[in-house]
């Protein structure tokens, strides 16, 4: 199950007033977790400390991020397609550059296709 932000703020929320109004009673973790929709594990653990901060995640590295500059600046000309920038890359680097679908998700995640829009936008005709 995913824990987003706003599902750990009602649980947080949920077992603060559980503690001042019902001191010494465990509520039922199996029932907030269907509720909820968080482990019961997970509001075990947030039960017994309330305030513990939730771990940051680590950007995951991709196998692009050493040709992002070039990437990026191929997106810097004007009327480029990431489908066409995709076969340039796969013609420099063919053992890189092996998934379509792949790199459109690195390019859509960097904001890549925002570099292009800005570029036309300051290069008005």
Known sequence: MSVTKAKMQKLRGEIAFM???YPGLKPNFSAMSKEIGI???T???VWKD???PSKPRQKRKSKFDPYYQEIREKF??????????FQYMKARYPEVFT????FKSYV??????????????????
Not at 76 to 85: C, G, L, M, N, P
């Open 19 to 21: 503690k001042e109004n």
């Open 39 to 41: 482990s019961r594990q």
């Open 43 to 45: 509001i075990a653990k």
């Open 50 to 52: 309330p305030t513990s």
């Open 76 to 85: 810097e000309i004007q009327s480029t397609t990431i489908k066409a920038v």
């Open 99 to 102: 998934s379509y679908d792949s």
């Open 108 to 125: 859509r995640a960097n904001k890549l296709t925002e570099v292009r829009e800005e570029y036309l936008k300051s290069h008005v005709r």
